[in-house]
């Protein structure tokens, strides 16, 4: 049995590396990405570069998506040359692995419906981009049971933990509390090395010293070590990014009507740091607006 042709479109730190597994597995893969420079990597490991999200869209059987924000997702669904607009074949899937905005998600997903006949999971994904070579990403899927069933494959072919927690835009919503966790504790690890450098310990040996007690988890063991180490580059996620999804948690939480000061507090760290020029930074970089003495806001500023 073959396998699909896949469409990818967004050849970002993801996009790539998620083009790579698949063009390991052995899928054909048919690529766009708004910056073609950005496709000489998955171009070198086969994937074929065409002009336009249409173009995509018309010579794949699963159109899969990872893009910056809503605006980017909104321009590549229903822009000039967007997926829609590609009279591509009724049925068609498109997965988006892009954070966006549960609303926004809806609204996209049925214009696909509506306006090509084109249905939408939402999917998007935590664990960067080692992860996404080796297959173990984190998947949050919102879909109907049956577009589930017939991405399942596909997605298992990405991730380690794949699950469907609802209709479209469930997958999304799971997403923003994901971020939640992952900014806020970003800003926890920096602040827990900062405490464990400054009292004279040996602060390497905290994730060896805390596994397996109430304290233990994968940012812990995965993301403190890199922090404590300073080992940023290459970077495995930006923090305009993550600054991104972390307004995109509080507008969520102001609109569910819950007043969520410690994700206020770490959106609000982010902003800064991405303000003081560190927008392609590493996230977990964060400790550095510490070092730079811009934590506390105006307190600091020129140094």
């Known amino acids: 049995m073959s396998l699909p042709s896949i469409g990818f479109i967004g050849i970002g730190l993801m996009g790539e590396a998620m083009t790579l597994r698949l063009r390991d597995l052995g899928y054909p893969v048919f690529v766009w990405n708004r910056e073609p420079e950005r496709l000489a990597s ?9 002009a336009s999200p249409a173009q995509v869209a018309r010579r794949s059987d699963v159109v899969l998506m990872c893009v910056l924000d809503d605006a980017a997702v909104d321009v590549c669904t229903r822009g000039p040359q967007g997926i829609a607009q590609a009279d591509a074949g009724t049925g068609k899937l498109i997965v988006d692995f892009s954070t966006i905005k549960p609303d926004t998600t809806r609204d996209l997903a049925r214009h696909a419906l509506e306006h090509a006949g084109m249905r939408w999971i939402d999917a998007p994904v935590s664990g960067g981009p080692q992860a996404a070579r080796d ?3 984190t998947i949050m899927a919102g879909a109907s049971p049956a577009d589930f069933e017939r991405a399942r494959p ?4 990405l991730g380690g933990q794949v699950t469907r927690m ?6 999304q919503t799971a997403k923003i509390i994901n971020q939640a966790i992952v900014g806020a504790g970003f800003v926890l690890m920096s602040e827990a090395a900062l405490l464990a450098e400054a009292s004279g310990i040996d602060a390497a040996r905290l994730p060896v010293c805390l596994k397996g007690g109430f304290a233990d ?9 890199r922090i404590h180490e300073r080992r940023f580059d290459p970077p495995i996620g930006y923090a305009r990014q993550l600054s991104k999804d ?8 102001r609109e569910a009507g819950c007043d969520l000061p410690m994700v206020e507090a770490a959106a609000g760290l982010f902003a800064r740091y991405v303000a003081a020029g560190a927008a392609l930074a590493d996230s977990a970089s964060i400790i550095r607006l510490y070092e730079m003495g811009l934590s506390r806001g105006d307190e600091g500023e020129g140094a």
């Open 42 to 50: 998955v171009a070198a490991a086969g994937a074929v570069p065409l």
């Open 135 to 137: 297959g173990q990403l």
């Open 154 to 157: 596909l997605l298992e072919a």
């Open 166 to 171: 609802g209709p479209v835009g469930a997958g």
């Open 217 to 225: 988890s994968v940012l812990l063991q995965k993301v403190y070590p």
């Open 246 to 253: 972390m307004d995109a948690v509080q507008a969520y939480a």
